[in-house]
């Protein structure tokens, strides 16, 4: 076993070419940890978020391995861990905010973060999932109740946490409506199950409300986009319905009036919460569980735009900020 290991930090915040490569020491699994041998991550918005220092509060300790998601083999487990062994194929979140992240050869994190990993895709393709459908999938089932027959509008659906919300609204029985800038995204979305698709550049919200709902309005709105739409959320969800969201910068400029005239329910979700208290750990690995499911399925498959090495990872994170690709960006460590 090697003492040091090659990692990819950011030693202040910066620009995507703030990222060099370092060696650092093998990290040792604590108790209730285990280590894994990363085999790939990907990019986030709250990576590229923590290395530009717009969310300080969630860096780690600098410097800092960013990466919030992994897939690899387990390595070494801490005591108490009877969860997992060493060669296990796995999957999770365990840190790249709040503590150090997967940009690396090791990656450590409490055994509660991870799950095993779907047996039906490659495991390096499983490190585009933890993040995006574990966003999606507490979007629909925990801070709505998506259920057969529903209506629901998947804002920027072919985006990261768009596209599997799309997949998992449909799994869940859901007439799934999704938005998109351009035929590309449109198209994908609708490869990915949604029964429509709207081009909301031509397209106002009161038309596609009567054009899909009768005029009535969604059941649920998913808005994993901000920048606006949450407004528009207000305007396209029924009386009684829910507005689920990702976003919180919006909402700080936004009246909730529409909230009150109409009975909405309005949740909002932070994902890697668990990791930043250090506590509740074990949600992430059993929403994980789940997916995993999913995937083997056939119900949830991730959507891979572009994939890089480890040591492309300012391009990676150039790529991510322009918007200009679906789905994921998967970084393999090669």
């Known amino acids: 076993m090697p003492s040091e290991m090659t990692a990819h930090v950011i030693e202040e915040y910066g620009d995507p070419d703030a990222f060099t490569e370092t060696e650092r020491p093998v990290p040792e699994p604590g108790p209730g940890e285990i280590r894994v041998e990363v085999v790939a991550s990907s990019v ?3 990576d590229y978020k923590i290395r530009a220092g717009h969310i300080p509060d969630f860096a780690p300790e600098f410097p800092a391995t960013l990466g919030c998601d992994v897939a690899g083999v387990v390595d070494a487990v801490g005591e108490g861990v009877d969860r997992f062994e060493p060669g296990d194929e796995v999957y999770g979140m365990p840190g790249g905010a709040g503590r150090q992240g997967a940009l690396a050869d090791y990656a450590v994190g409490h055994a509660g973060t991870f799950a095993d990993a779907p ?3 490659p ?3 499983a490190a585009a999932l933890p993040v995006v459908a574990l966003t999606a999938w507490e979007m629909l089932t925990d801070k709505a109740d998506v259920g057969i027959d529903d209506d ?3 804002y920027g659906a072919s985006g990261g946490v768009g596209h599997v919300g799309v997949q998992v609204a449909r799994w869940l029985g859901a007439n799934v409506v999704a938005t998109g800038s ?5 198209d994908l979305a609708l490869d990915l199950g949604a029964d429509a698709a709207v081009d909301y550049t031509e397209t106002t919200t009161a038309e596609y409300v009567e054009q899909y709902t009768g005029g009535a309005g969604f059941d649920t709105v998913f808005d994993p986009v901000g920048d606006g739409h949450l407004a528009t959320a207000f305007e ?3 009386p009684f319905g829910s507005v689920v969201t990702t976003e919180s910068s919006a909402a700080e400029e936004l009246s909730l009036a529409p909230m009150h005239q109409n009975s909405l ?3 909002v979700v932070l994902v890697i919460l668990p990791v930043l208290l250090g506590e509740g750990q074990e949600r992430v690995g059993d929403e994980l569980d789940e997916i995993a499911s999913l995937v083997d399925d056939g119900a949830i498959t991730p959507h891979i735009d572009e994939r890089f090495a480890f040591d492309e990872v300012a391009a990676a994170h150039e790529l991510a900020e322009s918007g200009e690709f679906v789905g994921k960006i998967l970084l393999e460590n090669e």
């Open 44 to 46: 986030n918005p709250v």
């Open 119 to 121: 047996e039906s895709i």
């Open 123 to 125: 495991l390096a393709d």
């Open 152 to 154: 629901v509008l998947v």
């Open 182 to 186: 351009t035929a590309a995204k449109r």
């Open 236 to 238: 396209a969800v029924r």
């Open 265 to 267: 329910e309005l949740g």
